[in-house]
């Protein structure tokens, strides 16, 4: 499954040279840490010569001490930048004065469906994977997060978190967010990786690296994990100190609407609370609780404002 350099019209020992091993410490009292943990560990990718680091956003987000291992061993501390919580991506500035091998950033849209593509994970060959495009599709995940057009391979990486997904023409075209199961037409049931596409990012990126965040407003967040369970939106969790448990919605309670629309799955119940407007708007749900369905509106806030900053040390 190790991918082989004749089979690639690209250099591909240079590609894989830019992913990079992260290691992240977190405190104890950051609000990821009772989901994600204090210590996480994962890849990057180099997209720029002075050691600007792409990964997944859940790997760093809250961190206090990252280390980031180049591919040749050396290794150096970190800085988060930002975390950017509708696409998923984080970044990290390496804190040397150094030219590092950098991946130059594709075109994720014009991946097709069935075109070879490599899964880099830090170390080389060794730790990559070669893999296909098996679906381009709507991603919605119950973190209240939702992709317009994720990526899925296959075979999949088994050490996915940040990994680089290197398209036909040697250019970094998503990083490695999920496995998934997937089950094919003939019954098999197979394991892929979610890649976040990497076309969302080129309009924000020059914004992320010198404010730490996104132009614009944050979009509303209530604190609230869901699944779909038939064609009914269901809560299977809340998170600590967010708006929903205030409002005392409660995991099994299930969201018929909202705002007088009806939901029946994750995409839409997320695009009609973020329509409504940005971060702080109430936002009022139809709710069914054992039988009973009632009325509650949700003081929404923005999620960041519950994460501890980045400190540079």
Avoid at 28 to 47: K, P
Avoid at 225 to 249: H, M, T
């Amino acid at each position: 499954m190790h991918p082989k350099p004749q089979h690639y019209a690209y250099n591909l020992d240079a590609a894989l040279s830019c992913v990079v091993g992260i290691r992240s410490i977190v405190p104890r009292d950051a609000f990821s840490a009772e989901t994600l943990g204090t210590e996480r560990e994962g890849h990057g990718v180099v997209i720029r010569p002075d050691g600007l680091v792409l990964t997944i956003g859940y790997l760093v987000a809250e961190a206090e001490t990252i280390w980031i291992t180049m591919n040749d061993g050396r290794i150096f501390q970190g800085h988060v930048l930002a975390h950017d919580q509708p696409t998923g991506f984080g970044l990290v500035q390496v804190l040397a004065h150094v030219d590092f091998p950098s991946l130059k950033l594709g075109n994720s849209s014009g991946a097709e469906i069935g075109e070879r593509v490599v899964v880099g994970g830090s170390g080389g060959r060794r730790n990559a994977i070669a893999a296909r495009i098996i679906a381009k599709q709507e991603f919605a995940g119950a973190w209240e997060y939702l992709l317009e057009e994720a990526i899925f391979t296959a075979p999949a990486h088994p050490f996915w978190g940040g990994t680089a997904l290197i398209g036909a023409t040697g250019e970094l075209i998503g990083v490695g967010s999920l496995q998934l199961q997937h089950e094919m037409r003939s019954g098999e049931v197979i394991d892929l990786n979610m890649m976040v596409p990497i076309d969302p990012l080129k309009p924000v990126l020059d914004d992320l690296v010198t404010l730490g965040r996104r132009p614009g407003p944050a979009r509303p967040w209530l604190g609230i994990y869901v699944a779909k369970v038939g064609r009914e939106v269901v809560i299977s969790g809340l998170a600590r100190r967010g708006p929903a448990r205030r409002a005392d919605l409660r995991a099994g309670d299930v969201v018929l609407a909202v705002g007088g629309e009806e939901v029946s799955d994750l995409a839409s119940l997320f695009r009609r609370i973020w329509a409504l407007g940005e971060a702080g708007v109430e936002v009022p749900l139809s709710v069914r609780r054992n039988g009973d369905t009632f009325e509650v509106r949700v003081a929404s806030t923005d999620r960041r404002r519950l994460l501890k900053r980045p400190i540079l040390h």
